[in-house]
C-alpha cells in the first residue's frame, strides 16, 4: 500500500504522529510505501519511527504553511506510487496533491482511503492582501474535489464531520475511527510516577498546568495566558508550562511580559518523546484551549487523560466523544472563553486527583480499524 503525508516524520506534529503510527503498524503485515515531502525536515528532532516501511521525500516548497509539491519529476514520482498500489491511503490537507492521487487512482482502479484530519484554513496563515480567497479557492480546486473521488474518508469524531463545513458535504462516505496512542511511549502501564521530567527546572511547584502542542494561533495559548492572568489576580497560586515550538514563540513570550506573568509561565521548548508522559504525569492539569476547528480534537488532551491526569479543553464540535467532560477526569469549555477557562482550571486543580486506570486505545487498534476498511475495499 503507498501512505501519502504532507511532512516527513522528523517533523513531530498531531497529523505526523498519526499517519506514521499507523504506517508502522501496516508494515508488519503488508509492503508499506511512505511518500511525503522534504518541507519542514528537521533530523535533529530524531524521526518518528515507521518500522519496516519505506520512506521516499519528495521535493516540495512551503506556502502558507503547507507543502506544496510542484515539480514534475516529484509528482511523476507521486503519480507512479499511486499508480502501483493495491490501496491508497493519503492524510488531508494536502493542497493541490489529496486530488491528483484520488484521480490518478480512479484511473488505475486502485481503492482511496482520505484521512480528514482539519479544516485547513490557508489565508490563517499569511496576511497578504486578498489571502481570504485562498481557503476557498483550495477547496473547491482541491479538497472538494478529492473526497467526491475518493473511496472512503475517515474523521476522528462524527461530531466533527457533521459540523466541518467541507466534511459534512460527504458523511455517506465518513467513517469515524478514533485517534489512539502510543502507551509505549506514554509510559501508560509502566509508571505511575509523578516524577519531575527533565524539561521542567527546578524551581517549578505545583500547582501545574501544562500545555504541549505546537505554538500557533488556533491552539489558543493567548486565551490560557488571560486565564492565568485572571486567576494570579485572584489569588490563585500556579505555573503554567508551554511545551513547543512554533511560529508564535516570541509573540508569546511578548505576551507573558505584557501581563506580567514572567514568574508564572515557563516556556520549555521541544520535549522529546521519552519525557513527554512524564510531563503529563507531573502536571497537576493538562490544558489546550483550540479556538477552532483546525483540529478536531487535541491529541495532546486525549495522551494526557490516559496518563491519569486531568485535562481542560474547548468544547468544539465532536471533542466530547474523546476528550473527557465529567468534572474529574476533565472539562470542556467554551471556545475562547477565558473566564470559563479559569474556573475549570481552577476547579480542577481544587480538588484530588482521579484513581484508578483511565481507558486506553492504541495506536494498534486503530490500524485494526483501518485495516478492516481496506479489506472491505479488496484491491488489485
Not at 213 to 222: H, T
Not at 270 to 283: H, K, M, N, S, T
Request: net charge positive; glycine share 10%; charged share 25%.
Amino acid at each position: 500500500m503507498t501512505v501519502v503525508v504532507p511532512l516527513p516524520p522528523t517533523y513531530r506534529g498531531g497529523t505526523e504522529e498519526y499517519a506514521y503510527q499507523l504506517v508502522r503498524r501496516y508494515a508488519e503485515h503488508r509492503p508499506v510505501l511512505a511518500l511525503a515531502t522534504t518541507a519542514r525536515y528537521t533530523p535533529e528532532t530524531g524521526s518518528i519511527d515507521i518500522g519496516k516501511a519505506r520512506l521516499e521525500l519528495l521535493a516540495a516548497r512551503e506556502t502558507m504553511e503547507r507543502p506544496l509539491l510542484l515539480g514534475r519529476a516529484p509528482r511523476r514520482r507521486l503519480r507512479d506510487a499511486v499508480g502501483a498500489a493495491s490501496v491508497v491511503q493519503l492524510h488531508m490537507p494536502f493542497p493541490m496533491v489529496e486530488g491528483p492521487v484520488v484521480k490518478w487512482a480512479r484511473r488505475a482502479g486502485v481503492p482511496t482511503v482520505l484521512t480528514y484530519h482539519m479544516d485547513a484554513d490557508l489565508a490563517g496563515a499569511s496576511s497578504t492582501p486578498g489571502a481570504g480567497l485562498v481557503t476557498p479557492a483550495y477547496r473547491r480546486i482541491s479538497a472538494f474535489p478529492a473526497l467526491a473521488g475518493c473511496d472512503i474518508v475517515v474523521s476522528n469524531s462524527r461530531g466533527y464531520a457533521e459540523a466541518s463545513p467541507v466534511l459534512s458535504r460527504y458523511l455517506p462516505k465518513v467513517r469515524v475511527i478514533p485517534k489512539g496512542a502510543d502507551l509505549d511511549r506514554l509510559g501508560v502501564g509502566r509508571t505511575n510516577s509523578r516524577s519531575r521530567p527533565p524539561s521542567v527546572p527546578s524551581d517549578v511547584q505545583g500547582p501545574t498546568v501544562a500545555f504541549v502542542g505546537r505554538l500557533v494561533p488556533y491552539k489558543g495559548i493567548s486565551v490560557l495566558l488571560e486565564a492565568t492572568e485572571r486567576l494570579l489576580r485572584e489569588g490563585e497560586k500556579l505555573t503554567v508550562m508551554i511545551a513547543g515550538r512554533g511560529p508564535l514563540l516570541e509573540e508569546l513570550k511578548n505576551d507573558v511580559g505584557r501581563r506580567k506573568l514572567e514568574t508564572a509561565v515557563r516556556f520549555l521548548g521541544f520535549v522529546p518523546d521519552e519525557q513527554i508522559g512524564d510531563l503529563y504525569r507531573f502536571a497537576d492539569v493538562v490544558c489546550c484551549p483550540s479556538i477552532g476547528t483546525l483540529e478536531s480534537s487535541a491529541t495532546t488532551l486525549e495522551e494526557a487523560a490516559m496518563c491519569g491526569t486531568p485535562v481542560v479543553g474547548s468544547d468544539l464540535p465532536g471533542a466530547s466523544e474523546s476528550i473527557p467532560h465529567d468534572g474529574t477526569r476533565g472539562l470542556l469549555v467554551p471556545a475562547n472563553d477565558a473566564g470559563a477557562l479559569g474556573h475549570a482550571l481552577r476547579r480542577l486543580l481544587g480538588q484530588e486527583r482521579p484513581s484508578g486506570s483511565p481507558p486506553v486505545r492504541t495506536w494498534d487498534d486503530v490500524a485494526r480499524d483501518y485495516e478492516r476498511l481496506f479489506d472491505e475495499l479488496g484491491g488489485r
